[in-house]
């Protein structure tokens, strides 16, 4: 690999991991929402403003749907920044994360290890960058499926509680 491209692979490698920073944050920013929401709807029950079982039947299943769509945007957000890793003391590219370093148990396998391994490489810097802009992409298809389940949440909840009475 040229100098050059070295260069431009360190620099996707940092926008990368800015990336998961900004994918975990969308998720927390819909996790919030949602739990507002929850809380809002929960609320009217409790203050018996709001109950579902006031809705009509056609009603109630829309309602349900909603909920059951809330709950998976819930879901998919939470496993967006549900943590990931790999532990593995005879990684296949070198030691390339901390996951490596981590699976060892004892401190002396750990040193012994880092001082056959070459953690300069070209090839390290190439596989970090390729499994963290895999993690980007699961990342963000998730955030992208929480956003679509939330919205149609929300449309189904609005029209079971406003519409269908």
């Known amino acids: 690999m040229t100098r050059k491209a070295h260069e431009s692979v360190r620099q996707m490698l940092a926008e990368a991991r800015d990336d998961v920073t900004h994918a975990d944050q969308k998720a927390s920013v819909i996790l919030a929402a949602l739990g507002i929401g929850f809380g ?66 004892e401190l ?8 056959e ?22 990342k963000y298809r998730l955030v992208r499926g929480a956003l679509v389940l939330g919205f149609l949440s929300a449309l189904a909840l609005g029209l079971a509680g406003i519409v269908i009475r």
């Open 117 to 138: 391994a070459d953690t300069k490489s070209e090839r390290r810097t190439t596989h970090q960058l390729w499994r963290l802009s895999r993690l980007v992409l699961l």
């Open 40 to 105: 809002a709807v929960l609320g009217g029950q409790l203050a018996g403003s709001f109950d579902s079982g006031e809705l009509s039947a056609s009603g109630q299943v829309v309602w349900w749907v909603g909920a059951l769509l809330a709950g998976g945007s819930v879901s998919l957000a939470a496993l967006a920044v549900w943590p990931r890793y790999q532990l593995d003391d005879s990684p296949q590219h070198g030691m390339t994360y901390w996951g490596h370093v981590a699976s060892f148990r």
């Open 108 to 115: 002396s396998d750990f040193e012994d290890a880092l001082e």
